[in-house]
């Protein structure tokens, strides 16, 4: 079938290899539309693709702006121009040419619109949305999954933006459409850092509609829930208040999580308790010296308490308070922290004759030590029902799972308990990989990046993140994060993700340096973006693509979920 041409290169306006203005005939041309042509230069026919970028109408044959009027009014002779500017990206041959004016101008559907976007090239394309067309867009899997590039980063408004609507998505494609060949090895850890929303993953919505299912099966997805899911939430009761068990609104299938003594001493994990140090080049060395002596300290230590021969102060009269070799039990996080103030300042405390052990102190100044035993003390409240010695640790491992997909609630916690769980799970999953104990591909779904790698400053969660944005993809690690202002995050974090995705933004945010991989007509689409709509970016097309994707399969909350599909006439309804 032969396709309309709909329009011509202009000639009232320049023309250059890399971008050109087309006047419109026939039909409607949006931004976003993909079009090519085609010139004919002697012996040598360039065919030029390109998206438009910008559309514009003028009244011709007008001089005033009050001509308007009597044009409206057909009282003066006009003609309406409608004319539309094209970004080339990509020629065939590549040869920087012009294209001639007049030079008729085609919509790129089909196999011109996989050149005009390079998808030819792509040997594994993930669906990740549909064009404004209603074609389904792509991005090259290698850029994601770590081969080529890696990492994707979400930036815009809360609530607005659906950034972890997105993120979910992007996951859900990778899983269910075949194309990450190995995707039944992988591994997911998702932080749900607001509300329970993500804890009904594995159950379908209710509210999907049958044009969105189509939508999925589109792009080549089944509009189904993740179908492997383990949740897990902090303990509700503090220490000695009876059993663990999780806060979550979800009644069944929920974990809690909590580390043992032992498990926070072996683990080296006190540096993420102090991610607000600062500056305090003192502190920090201070906190090294003491997780050091805190590991040898629990070297071959095997139950949820510490024991201890060095604490004269120490609960001696409480029974049960030793073992048989007649060491002092150490069975909370307050007790712990009693332990090392003991060490730190001695048997006068915070008073002015405070005397610690040598070994523990490192040499360093009184009020250095004052100052990390009062933000330990801080730290009770906090982390205290996280860190116990009542009952063996249950942590979180998302690679040794059976599940594919590990999402730790964290929305109650805390700020200085969020930092420490994101640090401590982080910690694990990187050392996991590095030693090589999982093969497959560990994708981490982390929000609020600007809290966990902050531009300014220095803390553990930072440099991991930092060592997983720069060296993760490499041993198959894989940041999903998102912020609202990416300005905010450090910005090797950033830098290193190969695939940048944008929701609505903030007017300020928007012109910072940060989005400069946006032409100006994105980042002003991106004030007015609809939620659903998101400006994606990957390195193999020269221009940024506006997608739209469905809506989620999964349930979002309670009221969407269907708690029993195994009755088949429900399966039929759902499509199941």
């Known amino acids: 079938m032969k396709q309309e041409a709909i329009g011509v290169v202009l000639g009232s306006r320049e023309a250059s290899p890399l971008e050109f203005w087309i006047g419109i005939q026939d039909g409607l041309v949006r931004l976003d539309d993909v079009v090519w042509v085609e010139a004919d230069h002697g012996s040598l026919a360039v065919r030029y693709y390109g998206m438009v970028d910008r559309v514009h109408k003028v009244l011709e044959g007008t001089q005033f702006d009050s001509d308007t009027f009597l044009a409206a009014g057909n009282l003066i002779p006009t003609n309406t121009a409608y004319v539309a500017h094209v970004t080339v990206t990509r020629l065939e041959p590549e040869e920087y040419l012009p294209p001639d004016p007049g030079s008729p101008v085609y919509l790129a559907r089909q196999e011109a619109l996989e050149n005009a976007l390079y998808y030819d090239r792509m040997k594994q394309k993930l669906p990740v949305g549909f064009m404004k067309s209603g074609e389904p867009a792509y991005v090259n899997l290698a850029f994601l999954d770590g081969r080529q590039g890696g990492h994707v980063n979400i930036s815009g ?316 993809r490499s041993l198959g690690v894989i940041l999903i994060g998102a912020q609202q202002t990416a300005s905010e995050v450090e910005r090797r974090v950033v830098g290193n993700a190969a695939i940048r995705v944008v929701g609505r933004l903030d007017a300020a945010e928007a012109e910072r340096p940060e989005y400069r991989y946006l032409p100006g007509a994105f980042r002003d689409r991106a004030l007015i973006l609809p939620q659903g709509t998101m400006i994606l970016h990957q390195p193999e097309v020269p221009v940024p693509i506006a997608v739209q994707f469905p809506y989620p399969a999964w349930a979002t909350k309670a009221s969407e979920a269907y708690e029993d599909v195994s009755d088949e006439a429900l399966k039929d309804e759902l499509g199941l």
């Open 157 to 472: 408004i809360s609530g607005v933006a659906a950034k972890t609507s997105y993120a979910l998505f992007l996951l859900h494609s990778l899983y269910t459409s075949g194309v990450l060949e190995d995707a039944a090895s992988a591994k997911t850890l998702i932080f749900n850092v607001k509300g329970q929303d993500l804890f009904y993953l594995d159950k379908p919505n209710r509210e999907l509609a049958p044009e969105e299912r189509a939508r999925y099966r589109r792009l080549g997805l089944e509009p189904e829930p993740f179908s492997s899911v383990a949740f897990f939430a902090p303990p509700r009761l503090a220490q000695g208040q009876g059993h663990l068990v999780a806060a979550s609104s979800r009644a069944e299938g929920v974990r809690p999580y909590h580390w043992s003594i032992v498990d926070f001493c072996q683990g080296a994990l006190l540096p993420f308790l102090f991610t607000d140090r600062g500056s305090m080049s003192n502190l920090g060395f201070l906190i090294d010296h003491v997780t050091a002596r805190l590991a040898a300290l629990a070297r071959g230590q095997q139950g949820p308490e510490l024991y201890v021969d060095d604490w004269p102060e120490g609960p001696t009269a409480e029974a049960g308070a030793f073992d048989s070799l007649g060491r002092i039990k150490i069975d909370s996080f307050g007790r712990l922290v009693d332990y090392l103030e003991f060490q730190l300042l001695g048997a006068e405390g915070e008073g002015e004759a405070a005397s610690g052990n040598p070994q523990w102190t490192a040499r360093q100044h009184t009020g250095t030590l004052q100052a990390f035993v009062r933000r330990l003390r801080a730290a009770v409240r906090n982390v205290g029902h996280l860190v116990r010695g009542d009952a063996p640790g249950n942590v979180p491992d998302p690679l040794g799972s059976p599940a594919q997909v590990n999402v730790v609630d964290l929305h109650n916690l805390s700020p200085q308990a969020q930092m420490f769980v994101v640090g401590a799970l982080l910690r694990r999953v990187f050392a996991a990989k590095e030693s090589e104990r999982h093969r497959g591909k560990v994708f981490v779904v982390l929000d609020e990046l600007n809290k966990y790698a902050p531009r300014e400053g220095e803390s553990p969660i930072k440099d991991i993140l930092l060592d997983i944005a720069e060296r993760g």
